[in-house]
Nanobody, 116 residues
Framework: QVHLVESGGGLVQPGGSLRLSCAPS????????LGWYRQTPGKGRELVAV???????NYADSVKGRFTISRDNAKNTVYLQMNSLKPEDTGVYYC??????????WGQGTQVTVSS
């Protein structure tokens, strides 16, 4: 079983920055994809960014050029650096672990609020 612990959410003004962190623990399969999804009022959960264990990344069009996902495999941690934040980035951000084989896992979510 895999447990995900997220940190780094909070309140920030438009144009500001935040960095989210997520550290999976438990029975981690080395070949995996780590990612961030967000849920906003009136919308379902949507992909923000994902990164494979090999370093390949994929971003939602709405965050390209502003957000950067990275991972430290030695620390088993994934990061999401969010710059130039906009009010529409407000939502609950969830960390996801998807192994090559086996069930995926989700974190409990961390609130990001972009408001003046």
């Amino acid at each position: 079983q895999v447990h995900l612990v997220e940190s780094g959410g909070g309140l920030v003004q438009p144009g500001g920055s935040l960095r989210l962190s997520c550290a999976p623990s438990g029975s981690i399969f080395s070949i995996n994809t780590l990612g961030w999804y967000r849920q906003t009022p009136g919308k379902g959960r949507e992909l923000v960014a994902v990164i494979s264990s090999g370093g390949s990344t994929n971003y939602a069009d709405s965050v390209k050029g502003r957000f950067t996902i990275s991972r430290d495999n030695a620390k088993n941690t994934v990061y999401l650096q969010m710059n130039s934040l906009k009010p529409e980035d407000t939502g609950v951000y969830y960390c996801n672990y998807t192994p090559r084989w086996g069930p995926d896992a989700w974190g409990q979510g961390t609130q990001v609020t972009v408001s003046s």
